[in-house]
């Protein structure tokens, strides 16, 4: 069975450094998502891609946050620098298309720590 | 206001016991209806998904839906400590998910 892939699981760093997160979605699915999950709540949309394209980011904090899917396959979420705020679980999910009958699959996740 | 209500729990019950786990919401425009487990430090993992008002069963669970009280529910039965986990509910209105925060369910052997 297809799955998302993530990588690293997890991350240590210290604040005011970048880190940087991969995904790689299920093949064939066009629409990519980045959520933040923080302990003991639900997944927070970070940025929605559609092939390449962003077509959410409304609550990606753009003055540290950047994401990007140039070939409209796998992504890169990075965040520079760090602060001890972002520490959370990061899921990537992808989904076949923006259709209104699909659902979406979520990867295992990298948690973040930042000290 | 929230557009997905759901209660954080904890709760936990004996093995083999009938779960019913609840989602409330205020969005008319939700079309579609999820359900995931997340275990511990993993991933969120599709359960249920559904489109339409009524039930729908996958062997232990079954999923509800109620768009007039704007109400879902996940029931499980014969519950196992497998199950233990949060359940989150999702929804989606063809353009945007929304997630519950998560019910925490302990399923005591």
């Known amino acids: 069975e297809a799955e998302v892939a993530q990588s690293p699981r997890y991350k240590i760093t210290e604040k005011s450094q970048a880190v940087a997160f991969w995904c790689d979605p299920i093949s064939g699915h066009a629409t990519l998502y980045w959520y933040r999950q923080i302990l003991g709540q639900g997944p927070e949309l970070l940025v929605q891609f559609q092939d390449e394209s962003v077509v959410d980011d409304s609550q990606l904090p753009k003055d540290r946050f950047s994401a990007e899917r140039l070939k409209g396959v796998d992504s890169t979420l990075k965040i520079q620098p760090a602060e001890l705020g972002d520490s959370a679980m990061y899921l990537c999910a992808s989904s076949r298309d923006r259709a209104t009958q699909e659902t979406q699959y979520f990867g295992p996740g990298t948690r973040l720590l930042v000290l | 206001q929230k557009e997905v209500e759901q209660d954080p729990g904890p709760l936990s019950v004996p093995e083999g016991a009938i779960v019913s786990l609840n989602c409330t919401y205020s969005?008319?425009?939700?079309?579609?209806f999820m359900w995931y487990r997340q275990y511990s430090r993993k991933g969120p993992e599709l359960l249920m998904y559904t489109y339409s008002s009524g039930n729908k069963e996958d062997g232990r669970f079954t999923a509800q839906v109620d768009k007039s009280s704007k109400y879902i529910s996940l029931f499980i039965r014969d519950s196992q400590p497998s199950d233990s986990a949060t359940y989150l509910c999702a929804m989606n209105t063809g353009n945007q998910f929304y997630f519950g925060t998560g019910t925490s369910l302990t399923v005591i052997p």
């Open positions: 969005n008319s425009a939700f079309q579609y």
